[in-house]
């Protein structure tokens, strides 16, 4: 018993340090579902959210007490493998691993009943995960005051990674119909990164009628998003990224509830 929670610790430690072993951990939990082996998936999903998230944060994430999370993922626990893949799947987007995660189901193989059953797991749970975080989302965009957006806007004026990283992340709301979201975020990514003024000279409209359409006020249709989103890629020099992105992401069948 003691070298079990002596092992548990030790993962549960490696767990919190290293996101690889985050990953690889979750992408474990997939293979035994796959498996049928239930029981050691949810023993190693423990693992990751007590190193990695905790049952408190999960909880906030997934509405769900504590408390409850904490016995069903126990050792006493039983979850069935729904619950478990909802978990999965939901901890996946919040680690970035999602699209590795579909692509990893995949070449896993299509052939049993398993794995079809799997795949509709994956199907439901990402589907959940969508209506889950434009909540999660909404709610978060409510509290988020002028000083954070002007700390996000700071950070994408001084780094060419968050910039790119920001781009990725506005395309990805659009495929999951989060127009809204996309256009606060492209608002951030044009102040801090190329304003207004130069925006305008580069699509040949007015910079104020750019700032009303991208505003707290204004409704960007997703056409006019996607258009500014690729001129902008090409201005970082990542729409060759992008491309390759899109593809992953359409090829993993996230977007396909």
């Not at 939901?90 to 079809?116: D, K, P, Q, T, V």
């Not at 899109?246 to 090829?251: A, D, P, Q």
Request: proline fraction near 3%.
């Amino acid at each position: 018993m003691a070298l079990t929670t002596d092992r548990s610790e030790a993962v549960q430690d490696r767990i919190r340090r290293d996101p690889a072993i985050r990953k690889h951990v979750l992408m474990g939990c997939v293979e035994h579902l796959i498996l049928g082996e239930d029981t050691v998936a949810g023993s190693r999903l423990r693992d990751y959210v007590v190193g990695a998230v905790g049952f408190e944060r999960l909880g906030a994430m997934t509405g769900e007490s504590p408390q409850r999370l904490e016995q069903r993922f126990g050792a006493e626990g039983e979850p069935r493998a729904g619950n478990l893949f909802e978990t999965i799947v939901l901890l996946a987007h919040h680690e970035g691993a999602h699209l590795e995660m579909g692509a990893y189901i995949e070449e896993f193989g299509e052939e049993s009943s398993r794995m079809r059953h799997v795949m509709r797991l994956f199907r439901k749970a990402s589907a959940w995960w969508r209506e889950y975080r434009g909540r999660w989302r909404r709610r978060r965009d409510m509290v988020l005051t002028a000083d954070h957006r002007e700390t996000a806007q700071d950070r994408i004026r001084r780094d060419p990674a968050i910039r790119k990283h920001v781009l990725m992340g506005c395309v990805e709301h659009l495929i999951l119909g989060e127009d809204t979201v996309a256009g606060s975020r492209l608002r951030d990514y044009v102040v801090g990164a190329v304003g207004f003024e130069r925006l305008g000279a580069m699509t040949g409209e007015s910079p104020q009628r750019l700032e009303q359409r991208f505003g707290a006020e204004g409704e960007p249709r997703a056409g006019n998003l996607f258009e500014t989103i690729v001129l902008l890629a090409h201005h970082e020099g990542a729409h060759l990224e992008m491309g390759a992105y899109l593809e992953k992401f359409v090829e993993a069948g996230a977007p396909d509830a």
